[in-house]
C-alpha cells in the first residue's frame, strides 16, 4: 500500500513569493490533515478535510494561506506571498479513523 | 482547544536503561492516545496507542499506560537502544483533531 506522497520534498523561495505544496493521501482515507512543523516543536495543526469539507481551519492563517481539497482526494496548501516566518516543514497526514500516517514533508525555506 | 503537555523535555539515559515520558492532556472527551516517534530528518510514525476502555498496552520494549481520571498517559521504553533516540510526541486527539505535544527528545548513550 503506498503511503502518503507529498511533493515538492523542498523548495526555496525568496520572500514575497507564492509556494505550493501537493498531498496526495492514502487511498480510502477520508481525513486529511496538514500541519506546519517548525524546529525543535511538535506538528501544529493548519487544516483538516473530511472529504472535500474543511471542518478545522482555525489555525489556517488566511490572510496568506489557502488550501483546497477537490473531489476529497488530493489536497494543496499555498502560501501568497510567503515570509521569513513560514520556513518550516509542511506535513500532510491521512487518516480512516484515528491512526494518523504522514508523508515525508515538504521543508520550505523562504530567503 | 486540547491543551497537552509532555514531561519531560529532553532526557537522556544509559543503553539498556528503562525512559518514561508523560502527556497530560485536557479533554475529558479524548478517547484515543497515540505516540509517535520522529527521528531527525524523517516523518512521525506512530508506535504505539490505546484507546480509553483500556488502561495499559504492551508490544515488545513499548508500553503505554492511560490514567483517565488523572487525564495523563505515558510511554514507557525498556531495554532502551541507540536507535530509540528519537523525538517522541504524545498527540490525543480533542473535537477530532490531533493536537500534538512539544516532544521529548530521548537520547539513548551507548
Known amino acids: 500500500e503506498a503511503g502518503v506522497v507529498q511533493s515538492p520534498r523542498y523548495k526555496i523561495i525568496e520572500k514575497k513569493q507564492p509556494v505550493a505544496f501537493w498531498c496526495n493521501p492514502i487511498?480510502?482515507?477520508?481525513?486529511l490533515y496538514w500541519y506546519r512543523q517548525n524546529l525543535g516543536q511538535g506538528p501544529e495543526l493548519l487544516i483538516r478535510?473530511?472529504?472535500?469539507?474543511?471542518?478545522?481551519d482555525s489555525q489556517l492563517p488566511k490572510d496568506r494561506f489557502s488550501a483546497e481539497r477537490l473531489k476529497g482526494v488530493d489536497s494543496t496548501l499555498k502560501i501568497q506571498p510567503a515570509e521569513l516566518g513560514d520556513s518550516a516543514v509542511y506535513l500532510c497526514?491521512?487518516?480512516?479513523?484515528?491512526?494518523?500516517?504522514f508523508g515525508q514533508g515538504t521543508r520550505l525555506t523562504v530567503v | 482547544g486540547e491543551n497537552v503537555e509532555q514531561h519531560p523535555s529532553t532526557l537522556s539515559v544509559q543503553e539498556g536503561d528503562s525512559a518514561v515520558i508523560k502527556c497530560t492532556y485536557s479533554?475529558?472527551?479524548?478517547?484515543?492516545f497515540p505516540w509517535y516517534k520522529q527521528e531527525l530528518g524523517k516523518r512521525p510514525q506512530l508506535i504505539i496507542d490505546?484507546?480509553?476502555?483500556?488502561g495499559e498496552k504492551k508490544d515488545q520494549r513499548i508500553a503505554v499506560t492511560l490514567n483517565k481520571t488523572a487525564k495523563h498517559f505515558s510511554l514507557h521504553i525498556t531495554e532502551t537502544q541507540p536507535e530509540d533516540s528519537a523525538v517522541y510526541f504524545c498527540?490525543?486527539?480533542?473535537?477530532?483533531?490531533?493536537?500534538f505535544g512539544d516532544g521529548t527528545t530521548l537520547t539513548v548513550k551507548p
Open positions: 497526514a491521512s487518516s480512516s479513523r484515528v491512526q494518523a500516517f
Open positions: 490505546i484507546r480509553s476502555n483500556v
Open positions: 478535510y473530511e472529504n472535500e469539507e474543511a471542518v478545522d
Open positions: 498527540a490525543p486527539p480533542g473535537a477530532g483533531k490531533s493536537t
Open positions: 479533554d475529558s472527551a479524548s478517547n484515543y
Open positions: 487511498s480510502g482515507h477520508n481525513t
